[in-house]
Each structure stands twice: as C-alpha cells, then as structure tokens.
C-alpha cells in the first residue's frame, strides 16, 4: 500500500462513479425502433429477450464483466443489468457488485428500478418509481428508508436502455439526439447525448464486424461505443483506458487469467513540476487551469477564478464570541443546506443523536462545525470504500474514503444547525492533485471550507473546488478525469 494511504486514505474514488458510469451508460441491446410513441412490442425490430454478455478491461487487463437483457413483461420492458468489476484505487483491489432491475414504459422511459452496489465492506441500495412527471426515490432498509421527490421535465431512460431507445441503427453519420438519463448509483438526473460519428470495421472475438462508431456524452464526460449492424453493442471505451468488448458468457465470467490492473486514482490524478513542502502553512495559491469546459463552481467565496487562472486565499474563521447563531432554517438560499437527503440523512435519529452528543446547544455555529470535523477526523477509519457514499452507513461502519467523510459531516453538521454543503475538485498530495471531497460550512455570512479525512478547519488552499452541492455533483467533474492540466504559478505564507 502507499506510503500517502496510512495518514491521507480519503483521497477521493470519484472516479469509482466515473467507472461505473461509463459501465452503465452504453448499453444494451439496440436495434430499430420508434421513440415518438409506443415501441411495437413483438413486431420488426423487437428487441425482447435480448442479451449481451460484454468482458470488462482496463488497457489490457480484464477486471470483469456485464451482463444485460430486456424482456417483456405485461405490454412493457424488464431490463435486468447486473456487473462485476475488480477496481484497483489507492493501492487496494476490491470486487464491487452492481445490480439493476427496472421496469420501462412501452418507450423505454423508466417506470420503477431497484438498484445495487456492493464492495467486501459495504453495500448501497436504491429504489425508485416514476409517479407521472415525479420521480420518487428511496434509500436504505424498508423500515428506516426515507423518501425524496424529484420533478422532471420529463420522464429518464437508464443508461443500459439508452442505446435502444435512441435508435442507433436508424441514425446517420453526424445525425445526433438528446435524452435525459438518470443514474441510479449517484440519484442524479441530466441530458445525454447520443451522436453516430463514423462507421467502421472491427474485430471481436476474431470476427470482423461493420459498425456504427456512436459517441456519448454525459455530464461532460464522452466515451465511444460500436453498434453492429444487427443493433447489438460490440464494443465501447471510456476513459482511463477503460473498454468492453461483445463476449459469449462463459468468457465473460472467466476471471482466471485477470491480474491487478493499474490504479485508476493514480490515471486520474494530475502532474504538477513545482513541489508544495507544507500546503497547510499557505494562505494563497494561484493555479493555471486547463480543463475542458468551464465550471462555474469555481469562482465564489475563497475562490477566484479569471483568464483560466485559480486563486486561493485561506479562509478566517469568525470570532466565536461574535456569532451566536441565529436562525437561517427561513433563509431560502440556505434552506437546501439544512434539508435531509437521499445520501445526506440528517433527519434520521441515529445522525441527531450522534450530533447531539458531539456539539452543545450553547455552542457558537463555529464551534459546531469544528466538533464536527474533529469528530470525524479521529473517529472515522481512513480507507477506501468502493459504494455510494450514505451517512447513515457511515456513521454505523465507521469507516470510509473522502466521500463517506464529506456525507456524514454534511449531515451531522444540519442535524446540528449549521448549513453545510459538499464540494468536490482537486487537492495536493506529493506532487499531484488528485479528486477529493471535502466540506463547507455557512459562517457568519459566508462560507468556511473543512476537511474531516486531513482534520483541517478551514481546509488548506490545495483544496480547488469545481462543483459544490449534494453528492450528485460528484458526476459533474467526471468529464474531468484524465483532461484536466494545472501548473502552480504562485504560492505564499
């Protein structure tokens, strides 16, 4: 294990989400069919019963497998997707476990899912149902899951559904579509775009095949997929060397020659020539950032951003004595920061009672908030856990990367009182900047960053946020992984 695990171990598995959502995002069977109304269920182009068996690389390594079919089922789809994969992140290799089961409408829109995700240390688990335009989600065990709405526009497809329903075998080269896609594993929703860029000839398993070469992009992050001209899936790649290939199930399912491939937190995390010696001392950073779209995150609070050019100034923390606390619970711009949620859980009894036992009533909004952290910081084992991360879980497993940090703190700091935030980006650790989650904390009128996995109250500048919010936004720096450039113009005491 690396020498950074025992004393940094939360450096971040955003790029778990990145994997598993490139796993999900290209699937299924395709073939001819009609999006502008019901699907002619048993008629040309029916796609029922339908299975792909895909092996799963990483370069040349083979880490696992998926497995997808579509059936019918009382005049709708039943689409059962279910994947292996053996994820080598922060110097340890864990098996993680995916599952969905999902009924679609005769549009392949999503009707109801239940969704799994697994490691050897913990589990995550989702279901949800489409009410007309609502989408209602739950989250942990029948008799302690709590329940959020969400309205859409309109209703989603699923990833593995996503490749039919946009009826690659119909389109021409150039010729792109749109269709919001939601992803089970982060609870987010957002478009995705589905473009045929060329046809091409390649081989799997020793036979040559003409294909479609379809581009797909979602939350900024492309990856490639090659529809044969049967419809079916022979091929996609992702990032970070990342690829499936069309297989028979029993080469699916043979792991016998697979070995440890290379660490994907080490792809995804960025180069820098200037060496930081002590980046907790710092009390300014500016960074040339080259990345490829803009993030509007970047810019507010400690942050600047202009002329691609990042700019960190440390944060003061306010005066104990002088914030008392008042109440923000009817500001509606902090609302959503006290509020509980699909992976934020602070209504639950057990995350009150453990902030309860952690801060004071009497304690200065301040003080909360570095009890929190502190708490955190020395009761939380520093590992990494390949699930979604939930604060319940967390605070009952006591252990967990990053993201579980950031959940629990976010969610013992509203049972607290205090508006609290995630934000995710970038930090230093040895010459590199790699994918961190870390929180934030509304102050005496502004925003004050603290990181539970180093202790830091307020985080060190080498902290550079892209995106803030819920967990979700997780999925908005995917695009970055393996893309981003940063060089280190200045730093100061």
């Known amino acids: 294990m690396k020498k950074i695990l025992p004393w940094a171990a939360g450096i971040a598995v955003a790029v778990l989400f ?3 959502l490139a796993w999900r995002m290209a699937g299924g069977p395709s073939g001819p069919a009609s999006t502008d109304g019901p699907f002619a269920l048993g008629g040309e182009g029916d796609p029922a019963g339908r299975e ?9 390594d083979k880490i696992g497998w998926s497995h997808r079919k579509l059936t019918r089922e009382d005049g709708a789809w039943f689409l059962l997707e279910e994947s292996f994969l053996r994820i080598n992140a922060m110097g340890a290799v864990q098996p993680i476990r995916v599952k969905t089961t999902a009924r679609l409408y005769p549009d392949l829109t999503l009707k109801s899912f ?4 697994g490691s050897n240390l913990v589990s995550f688990s989702a279901s949800g149902r489409m009410e007309g335009r609502t989408l209602v989600l739950s989250t942990g065990g029948p008799d302690e899951g709590t329940e959020t709405k969400i309205e859409l526009p309109r209703p989603p497809y699923l990833g593995a559904g996503l490749m039919f329903a946009s009826r690659v075998a119909e389109m021409d080269v150039g010729e792109s579509r749109s269709f919001p896609l939601f992803d089970p594993a982060t609870l987010g929703t957002s478009p995705a775009t589905v473009e045929v860029v060329g046809e091409e000839t390649i081989t799997v398993m020793g036979e040559e095949h003409r294909a479609k070469k379809v581009k797909l992009t979602f939350m900024g992050n492309s990856q490639s997929a090659w529809i044969g001209e049967d419809g079916e899936v022979l091929r996609e790649k992702a990032m970070l ?9 029993q080469t699916a399912l043979d792991m016998s020659g697979s070995g440890q491939s290379a660490d994907l937190v080490d792809l995804a995390s960025v180069p820098v020539d200037v060496t930081i010696p002590d980046p907790s001392s710092l009390a300014l950073l500016k960074v040339r950032v080259d990345t490829p779209r803009e993030f509007p995150g970047m810019d507010g609070g400690r942050q600047t951003f202009a002329d691609r050019v990042l700019t960190v100034a440390k944060e003061t923390l306010p005066d104990p004595a002088a914030d008392p606390g008042k109440d923000v619970s009817q500001d509606p711009d902090l609302a959503p920061y006290l509020e509980a949620g699909p992976f934020i859980r602070s209504d639950h009894p057990q995350v009150i009672r453990a902030a309860q036992e952690i801060v004071s009533p009497q304690d200065p909004p301040v003080v909360r908030a570095k009890k929190i952290v502190s708490w ?12 979604a ?11 967990g990367d990053c993201n579980e940090h950031a959940v629990l703190v976010a969610a013992l700091a509203r049972a607290a009182r205090v508006p609290a935030r995630m934000e995710v980006g970038l930090t230093y650790m040895e010459g590199r900047f790699y994918y961190h989650a870390w929180d934030a904390f509304y102050l ?6 603290g990181d539970a996995v180093f202790g830091q109250f307020p985080a060190d500048v080498t902290h550079l946020r892209f995106a803030s919010g819920a967990p979700k936004t997780q999925l908005e720096i995917m695009g970055l992984l393996g893309r981003v450039n940063l060089e280190i113009l200045e730093f100061s005491q």
């Open 241 to 249: 060397g990342l690829r499936m290939e069309r297989a028979d199930r």
């Open 114 to 117: 239940d969704f799994s995700l």
């Open 376 to 387: 955190a910081h020395t009761e939380l084992e520093k590992r990494p856990v390949f699930s």
């Open 52 to 60: 792909v068996w895909l092996s799963a690389f990483q370069n040349d």
């Open 444 to 449: 005496s009128g502004q925003w004050i960053t």
């Open 389 to 399: 991360p939930e604060a319940l879980a967390t605070l009952r497993t006591r252990m």
């Open 18 to 20: 990145g994997v598993l």
